[in-house]
T-cell receptor, first 111, second 117 residues
């Protein structure tokens, strides 16, 4: 599975959109981009995943560039409860594929 | 909403002692994972079950760690003997879909925080 690169931290104001970047320049054609987040002292929580089309659900939007070498997770209206570590993970399909977590990006939402 | 249950939530033990963690996945979830998370890092997969069978335990330190899921439902992770470096959060996750399937979503429990003194 391809590796991902995320900045270590970022912050945003409450109520504003939070745009979390992720680079995955070695992604291959059958690998998906997954996002999980981990609020302090809790287990990780699935947010969204996609292959090449942009995806949206009740939690967030995922924008994947046309060349698929990078993506952005968008939280449209960040709240204080969105303060967490966000993990961008590239994963293929098949029984041998795994969720390989890096250090993630720490998002701090300020009042 | 159904959740993955783990116990205990916190465990303090002395090195060389045995320790065990328990996980009850969401009902109907055939795939179960154990992860270890060292402070400041992301979770690392230790072992993966499909029903009662181990699918992947390549990252499990088998000299001291063992995991079982005898009836394909709940699971136990054991460490014997515990070492100082085992201090970490131990997370259990489960999924309905088979590992690596297109729509697999893993649901994580709250974890067991282990401190080895």
């Amino acid at each position: 599975d391809a590796k991902t690169t995320q900045p270590p931290s970022m912050d945003c104001a409450e109520g504003r959109a939070a745009n979390l970047p992720c680079n995955h320049s070695t992604i291959s054609g059958n690998e998906y981009v997954y996002w999980y987040r981990q609020i302090h002292s809790q287990g990780p929580q699935y947010i969204i995943h996609g292959l090449k089309n942009n995806e949206t659900n009740e939690m967030a939007s995922l924008i994947i560039t046309e060349d698929r070498k990078s993506s952005t997770l968008i939280l449209p209206h960040a709240t204080l409860r969105d303060t967490a570590v966000y993990y961008c993970i590239v994963r293929g399909t098949g029984a041998n594929s795994k969720l390989t977590f890096g250090k993630g990006i720490t998002l701090s939402v300020r009042p | 909403e159904a959740e993955v249950a783990q116990s205990p939530r916190y465990k303090i033990t002395e090195k060389s002692q045995a320790v065990a963690f328990w996980c009850d996945p969401i009902s109907g979830h055939a795939t179960l994972y154990w992860y270890r998370q060292i402070l400041g890092q992301g979770p690392e997969l230790l072992v993966q079950f499909q029903d009662e069978s181990v699918v992947d335990d390549s990252q499990l330190p088998k000299d001291r760690f063992s995991a079982e899921r005898l009836k394909g439902v709940d699971s136990t992770l054991k460490i014997q003997p515990a070492e100082l470096g085992d201090s970490a959060m131990y997370l259990c996750a489960s999924s309905f879909q088979a590992s690596g399937s297109l729509r697999e979503t893993q649901y994580f429990g709250p974890g067991t925080r282990l401190l080895v003194l």
